[in-house]
């Protein structure tokens, strides 16, 4: 048996997925000012680095708990009509999640190319993280 790696998963999730740039991201706020950008990484890396001011934390592992009207951990304020932006640190797990919650019925969903530091890179101001 082969097992498939994680870069081949990614690769499949990119195939199905949108990608768009920080420069794309900051154009996308312009218009959309109810769009939620979602940082999945994990509190250890938010409380390192930051995370993008106005970014939303939902850690990779409650994801689709958060996402989904009929789980307990349903997020009310994050309804299925806002435009989510996913990123993580470079954009594999982004990749992975992005695809995930489309697999759930989103149709508003992508992520950023580069991930945390190519946001950073374009200009985008950082929030610290106690």
């Given amino acids: 048996m082969?097992?498939?790696?994680?870069?081949?998963?990614?690769?499949?999730?990119?195939d199905k997925i949108k990608t768009i740039t920080p420069s794309e991201l900051k154009e996308?706020?312009?218009?959309?000012?109810?769009?939620i950008l979602i940082d999945i990484r994990d509190i250890r890396e938010l409380k390192k680095s930051g995370k993008i001011k106005g970014a939303r934390h939902m850690?990779?592992?409650?994801?689709e708990f958060w996402l989904d009207p009929e789980s307990p951990y349903y997020k009310k304020d994050i309804t299925p009509d806002k435009k989510k932006v996913l990123y993580c640190a470079s954009n594999w797990r982004s990749a992975l999640a992005t695809k995930a919650i489309q697999e759930?019925?989103?149709?508003?969903?992508?992520?950023?190319?580069?991930?945390?530091?190519?946001i950073v890179d374009d200009g985008f101001e950082i929030e610290k993280i106690e």
């Fill in 59 to 63: 850690p990779r592992g409650m994801l």
């Fill in 2 to 14: 082969k097992l498939k790696t994680a870069k081949e998963l990614v690769q499949e999730a990119m």
């Fill in 104 to 118: 759930m019925g989103f149709d508003n969903v992508c992520h950023v190319k580069g991930g945390f530091q190519a």
């Fill in 28 to 35: 996308l706020q312009k218009q959309n000012p109810d769009l």
